[in-house]
């Protein structure tokens, strides 16, 4: 079942919507509520809790007051501390009810000490940085002793965008309601959010269109006949190696060949040959330095799929190159080509508008300079960065990082993968796996993107720290042969 994510304007609206049909607001609060503190009691308190409920004046603090009262109910000792309400604040019938069951403290000076805290301080409803007390007020959450939870999404943090305004609370669960919010998932979301719990409480509005969906944790995986050969598994080419910078094609070339692929050719500096040839000696290798415009011709009407600009250089060397092989490109539109690293360097340079055949895999710095802006500005949006990157070159794109971004016919986020990816040739190795992948069959982008992640995931059963990209082939190759 596809799951969805929506940005706060359609959060609202959907409630609205709900609300204006059945015409309660604090029955839907109370609903909200009454499904956290089940799923508390039933699911992660193992005994009775001594539990602080921190509250702030929106709709957030209505589902902590109730929560509250719900644990009460549920034989919790449970307080709550509050920011004071202004007397016309819709609030003050709920926290008034409450109180009668329930200590209200209208300050943040924790009495004793707690099992619990629970952040119900700012909802969806934060679009603009803290103010300094506000960031107090996290900083000194943060430093309290106890299992932290958050209802909806850790205050401080954009429920848009998963950026950070500028602090924010870390939880070790977070209970979210109705539908994920596209904040929950990317940026530096998952640095905060800890464990997710989502609850479903009233039907999906058909009005809205969700800005994106979580890829799937199972897919399609290619199928081999009985009867296929190597040239029935897709040729690869991978093309770059600068002098310098050798490592990156190998790895790209062992990806390919760990998803499957029947062929694979590396043309890169000749001097890289012998190392390549050592590691795998059933790679090809030819030099870049000796093709001639013809030989490049007739070798891309034979390979299926090529990835290009790993460890290509950013000198004249590797202009030359990116120049050569690019206008080469533009003859043979029915090849799938990735685009990673140097080859993404100069497209920075151009004004050239790709098709849907090329796939494009930054990361934030890389998306920085394609479009002109600072890594700041990408990871403040990715959502709208991948957007503004297919809109200025067309194509299909990766926007890597934790909770990478995928942007093909629709919008994707990938869920799977760890902290122990984040090191060098992990991209060199997401380049290959595209290649050899679609040089086999017609499986998705975001389906390939996921394929990695699992496969650094499998390597960080045994740990994270540590991690190196030369290790992913044969856990590529266990992925995909999972039953």
């Known amino acids: 079942m596809p799951q969805y994510l929506y940005d706060t304007d359609q959060m609202h609206a959907w409630e609205q919507r709900w609300v204006s049909q059945h015409g309660d607001v604090e029955g839907l609060i109370k609903q909200v509520a009454w499904s956290f503190a089940n799923y508390l009691d039933d699911q992660i308190f193992e005994n009775k809790q001594k539990i602080a409920v921190w509250c702030g004046k929106g709709n957030n603090a209505?589902?902590?007051?109730?929560?509250?009262?719900?644990l009460k109910q549920k034989g919790h000792d449970v307080d709550i501390y509050a920011v004071p309400l202004h007397e016309t604040s819709h609030l003050v019938p709920i926290q008034g009810h409450v109180q009668k069951t329930l200590c209200v403290y209208h300050h943040f000076d924790v009495l004793r000490d707690y099992d619990v805290y629970i952040d119900a301080l700012?909802?969806?409803?934060?679009?603009?940085?803290?103010?300094?007390?506000?960031?107090?007020l996290v900083e000194k959450f943060n430093q309290q002793k106890g299992f932290k939870i958050a209802l909806d999404i850790p205050t401080g943090l954009n429920a848009n965008t998963g950026a950070v305004m500028p602090c924010a609370i870390h939880a070790d669960l977070t209970l979210t309601s109705i539908a994920y919010k596209t904040g929950l998932f990317t940026g530096q979301a998952k640095d905060y959010i800890g464990k997710l719990h989502l609850t479903v409480l009233i039907p999906e509005d058909e009005l809205l269109i969700p800005q994106a969906q979580l890829a799937p944790a199972q897919m399609r995986r290619p199928q081999r006949m009985q009867t296929a050969h190597k040239g029935s598994n897709g040729h690869v080419l991978i093309v770059g190696g600068h002098a310098s910078l050798g490592g990156a094609v190998m790895m790209a070339a062992e990806a390919a060949y760990a998803t499957g692929a029947g062929k694979v050719t590396v043309v890169c500096h000749a001097q890289h040959h012998q190392a390549i040839l050592a590691r795998s000696p059933n790679v090809m290798v030819q030099d870049i330095e000796t093709l001639t415009q013809e030989a490049v011709e007739e070798l891309l009407h034979q390979v299926d799929t090529v990835s290009f600009g790993m460890g290509l250089g950013r000198d004249e060397w590797g202009e030359h190159y990116y120049d050569f092989w690019l206008h080469s490109?533009?003859?043979?539109?029915?090849?799938?080509?990735?685009?990673?690293?140097?080859a993404l360097w100069f497209l920075a340079n151009s004004n050239q508008q790709l098709n849907t055949h090329y796939y494009l895999t930054p990361h934030s710095g890389e998306a920085a300079r394609l479009l002109d802006c600072t890594v700041q500005i990408i990871e403040q949006n990715r959502y709208k960065a991948i957007h503004q990157l297919k809109q200025k070159y067309g194509g299909s794109w990766v926007l890597k990082?934790?909770?990478?971004?995928?942007?093909?016919?629709?919008?994707?986020?990938?869920?799977a993968g760890n902290a122990g990816m984040a090191t060098a040739g992990m991209g060199d190795v997401l380049a290959g796996m595209i290649s050899g992948l679609k040089g086999q069959t017609d499986i998705a982008l975001h389906d390939i993107v996921t394929l990695h992640a699992q496969a650094g995931?499998?390597?960080?059963?045994?740990?994270?720290?540590g991690i190196q990209a030369y290790q992913m082939p044969e856990a590529i190759y266990k992925v995909l042969n999972a039953v």
């Open 62 to 70: 209505g589902d902590g007051y109730y929560t509250a009262l719900y």
């Open 122 to 136: 700012f909802g969806l409803g934060l679009n603009r940085p803290l103010d300094q007390t506000s960031q107090q």
């Open 329 to 342: 490109f533009k003859r043979c539109p029915h090849l799938h080509i990735t685009l990673d690293a140097d």
């Open 401 to 415: 990082g934790a909770g990478s971004l995928v942007l093909e016919d629709a919008l994707w986020v990938c869920t």
């Open 457 to 465: 995931d499998l390597l960080a059963q045994s740990g994270q720290q």
